[in-house]
């Protein structure tokens, strides 16, 4: 891996016969915390374009290289000393071979898996860009998830009838809204994969104003 958004990997060694890695040091966090800290009220929707941005091309590098991180979440994604994004852990990280364009296996944190995973189909890197949308949902609500219940069962139900609660009226711009929507799309057929998502209007528009090179 080799972009700004991705955590770097430096080194790793055997000590008492552990595994030890050695990584970049993010200072700022993580998204998840930052979100505690918010206390159930929305981020600044600068912030929220900024760090799903950054998150989506950390996402796009991983994706470049026919990898899918499946575990995409905000505890995932870290800050470095100038608050940006870096997207992290990729211990559960699948490699797809060119004959191999999908993963099988069900990994990955219960409030962020795509109908897919949940209906335990074939799925390739489009369930990392479902994840990003839960992701964006909590940033644009202060942590909320936009499929929550009481236990996994009824939580997979939820997420396979696709219906959540929507965004809080006039908080936030049609355009985000409509992000969220191509995001949280039902059938992956349908959903953008994350350079397609790169290249949508709103958010190449709004990577210029904050001043991100996409």
Known sequence: MDSKYVIKYYDCFLEDGKLNIVMQYAPNGTLHSRLQAQRGK???EDKIWKFFIQSLLGLRHVHSKNIIHR???SLNLFFDSDDNVLVGDLGIAKVLSPNTMF???I???PYYLSPELCEDKPYNEKSDVWALGVVLYEMCTGGKHPFDAQNEGALIRKIMRGVY?????GKHTSQLAD??????????????DSAALLRHPALASRA????ITL
């Open 42 to 44: 929305s981020l600044a």
């Open 107 to 109: 990994v990955g944190t």
């Open 208 to 211: 210029r104003s904050l001043g």
């Open 71 to 73: 575990d995409i979440k």
């Open 179 to 192: 992000i969220l929507r191509l995001c949280l799309t039902m059938d992956y057929k349908q959903r953008p």
């Open 103 to 105: 993963a099988r296996t």
């Open 165 to 169: 609660p929507p965004l809080p009226p």
